[in-house]
């Protein structure tokens, strides 16, 4: 454990391809420690926050996600995430939670039935989030999105549910902020880009906050999901939902 400076796992499973951008904007741009951990680790104890990046784990057999959310260290980031540590999935890391069941409902293929890859606009739907303290609330943000199964489908309770607990971070929209069939790229239900878990200590998102971090990429709207990470880490801890604590104690709370 770091103490002071939060240290994040950016996980690689076969066929991962935006571990490096994690790794590189972690350690290069906002300046923590970050460490590579291969899918066949089981141990996660040293770690503060957990990045689950893009690709195409195991090639996206049988469906996106589905092979690696059964991979060894699935089980530890779920362990993980049961002890209130941060996990953040992006794109194919998206699809593996929903696959493992850390976040409600599932992806389909596109509607376009083609893959995208292209700048979309998303809206802040919360800024009171462990990845989104950094934003404004309502703020309209310019990411990238390289997907070809991203439209999020849930069945009508789970996604009223979701809507009713404000679970969803993210919402596709045009440049004005309006949720719209249009600003929508996939066809995701309520034009919904990222959500988040009950707990708020577990979000996936479609776009790819690693690719727009720096002026030199287009866009620096995506540094603020890893700096809000660090910045909710090193603070006291009461500016965020929190998960519920196990009676033997959270991982945190042991190594203090």
């Known amino acids: ?10 996980i690689t499973f076969p066929g991962s391809n935006c571990d490096r951008d994690c790794e590189y904007v972690l350690r290069d741009v906002v300046k923590i420690p970050v460490r590579s ?13 957990v990045v689950l990046p ?65 700048w979309v606009h998303v809206r802040v739907e919360r800024s009171d989030t462990p990845f989104t303290l950094n934003y404004g609330e309502g703020q309209v943000v310019r990411m990238p999105i390289a997907h070809g199964e991203g ?15 404000r679970g969803v971070v993210f919402r596709y929209v045009d440049a004005n902020g309006r949720a719209s069939e249009a600003a929508n790229p996939n066809g995701a239900l309520h034009n919904i880009a990222g959500v988040c878990s009950a707990a708020g ?14 002026a030199v990429l287009g866009s620096e709207d995506g540094r603020a999901v890893f700096e809000s990470m660090v910045r909710w880490l090193t603070a006291s801890g009461d500016c965020a939902p929190r998960p519920a604590v196990a009676a033997s104690g959270t991982r945190r709370e042991k190594a203090r």
């Open 1 to 10: 454990m770091n103490f002071g400076r939060p240290t994040f796992a950016v």
């Open 37 to 49: 951990v291969w899918h066949e680790e089981t141990d996660l104890s040293d770690f503060d926050a």
């Open 54 to 118: 893009g690709g195409f784990s195991y090639g996206d057999y049988l469906r996106a996600g589905a092979i690696a959310s059964v991979s060894p260290i699935v089980s530890a980031v779920r362990a993980f995430a049961a002890g209130g540590g941060l996990v953040l999935g992006i794109c194919n890391g998206f699809q593996i939670l929903l696959e493992a069941g850390l976040l409600p409902g599932a992806m389909l293929p596109n509607h376009t039935a083609t893959f995208r890859c292209e």
């Open 151 to 165: 439209n999020y489908f849930a069945d009508p309770l789970t996604l009223t549910a979701l809507e009713a607990r």
């Open 201 to 214: 200590n577990v979000l996936g998102l479609m776009p790819h906050p690693e690719r727009c971090t720096e």
